[in-house]
């Protein structure tokens, strides 16, 4: 299976994922035209940061403030020169952006942060940049987001920026802090890997490299290498339409926490990076009733683990169960188009794949619940029509 593997070590901006693409094979000419029929002749160049080499796009354009819906109709009018795949995809990009900053700001007229004419190149170059690798996945490593406070429209604010935030909310990504100060990830950044992500970081299992390209960014200092990586990766392809990996099983038993503590700690755990956690009910010595907390993690992150459980619960034993085996699905998140009460949005939704076919379909959670809270319907229903949209969806595929 052909992935994409995108490490941001150092951060991530538009055209430093647009760079990285271009340097790892992606088609140069397509690229080009596609960035052109938003822009002047953009620049593309290869460079060095702090010794790797990489390339470094330049859009040429102007810092305009710009509506979603000029976007929109600028896109709409390059639609000839733009595939269609990357043109939806830009779309989206540009839906999200605005989302976040309507989350940040409330309603407003134009975008705050980010420079609609060299976001909307570095967007549309992204996107045709991805198209054209046919990747069948994509995995993004967590993102550097940087640390510190920089001066926006609206003054000082803190690093990550707000809308940055908002938008790894939203998102399968992972953040970090990083090694530097200053504004690491940017909104547009944000906005393509989230887009872009369709496979956890911590589910690729085993792959090899098969090509491996940097995008610079326009800061060179000394000792940091100011750039992105992204890699083609292959996966194994394993017997029966599963892949298979190792795992750790924690588990602990506890009888004097209460039922809010507990849902508390799951949610930690989940958010430290487990891949599962539950709570079972057990029957302790005793005859008193309790939980049996089960986490399950990647072997090399289950002494860390380990520790949350013990300061979340209270527990004096994490019992460990090393290097279990298990048999998983492909899966892969994607947006799609779903219409309630006149509103059309996209909504996520994970699929279930083996040997190519779908098998399952299941709707986000959380941002159905918010759409649910919105419209002041039961989230059931939206749950039901995003996976009927999305089944619809593989059918007609």
């Not at 699929?351 to 098998?359: F, L, S």
Request: net charge negative.
């Amino acid at each position: 299976m052909r992935i994409l593997v995108f490490d941001p070590f150092h951060g991530a901006a538009g055209d430093m994922i647009t760079g990285s693409l271009l340097h790892c094979g992606a088609d140069k000419e397509l690229v080009m035209r596609s960035m052109r029929s938003v822009v002047t002749e953009p620049g593309i160049a290869e460079v060095t940061r702090a010794g790797i080499r990489a390339v470094k796009v330049d859009t040429h354009a102007p810092h305009a403030r710009r509506t979603l819906e000029e976007v929109m109709t600028r896109l709409d009018s390059a639609a000839g020169d733009i595939p269609a795949p990357a043109l939806a995809m830009a779309r989206r990009v540009f839906a999200r952006i605005n989302a976040a900053e309507e989350h940040v700001h409330g309603d407003h007229v134009h975008f705050h942060e980010v420079g609609a004419d060299d976001a909307l190149a570095d967007v549309v170059g992204a996107c045709t940049a991805l198209f054209s690798l046919r990747a069948e996945g994509v995995a993004v490593f967590p993102v550097a987001l940087g640390r510190g406070t920089a001066k926006g429209s609206h003054g000082v604010f803190p690093i990550p920026a707000p809308a940055t935030v908002a938008i790894l909310k939203d998102s399968m990504l992972a953040g970090v802090a990083g090694d530097d100060t200053g504004e690491l990830c940017t909104p547009t950044g944000a906005a393509l890997l989230a887009e872009f992500a369709t496979i956890r970081y911590d589910d690729l299992g085993p792959y090899t490299v098969q090509a491996v390209g940097y995008g610079a960014g326009t800061r060179d200092p000394p000792h940091t290498p100011n750039v992105i990586r992204v890699m083609v990766v292959d996966t194994a392809e394993t017997m029966g339409g599963l892949g298979e990996d190792c795992v750790d099983v924690l588990e602990t038993n506890v009888d004097d926490v209460s039922g809010e503590v507990i849902a508390g700690a799951l949610a930690r755990f989940m958010d430290a990076g487990a891949r599962d956690a539950s709570a079972i009910p057990i029957i302790m010595k005793k005859g008193r009733p309790g939980f049996l907390i089960r986490v399950i993690c990647s072997g090399d992150g289950s002494m860390g683990m380990a520790a949350i459980m013990a300061r979340e619960l209270g527990t004096l034993g994490i019992r460990c169960t090393p290097a279990v085996h298990r048999f998983i699905a492909k899966r892969k998140i994607d947006q799609v188009e779903v219409v309630i009460a006149g509103q059309r949005r996209s909504m996520p939704v994970k699929y279930g794949m083996i040997d190519e076919e779908v098998y399952l379909v299941k709707a986000e959670f959380d941002p159905a619940r918010d759409w649910a809270v919105e419209l002041g319907i039961p989230v059931r229903n939206v749950l039901r029509a995003v996976e009927e949209a999305a089944w619809n969806r593989v059918k007609d595929r």
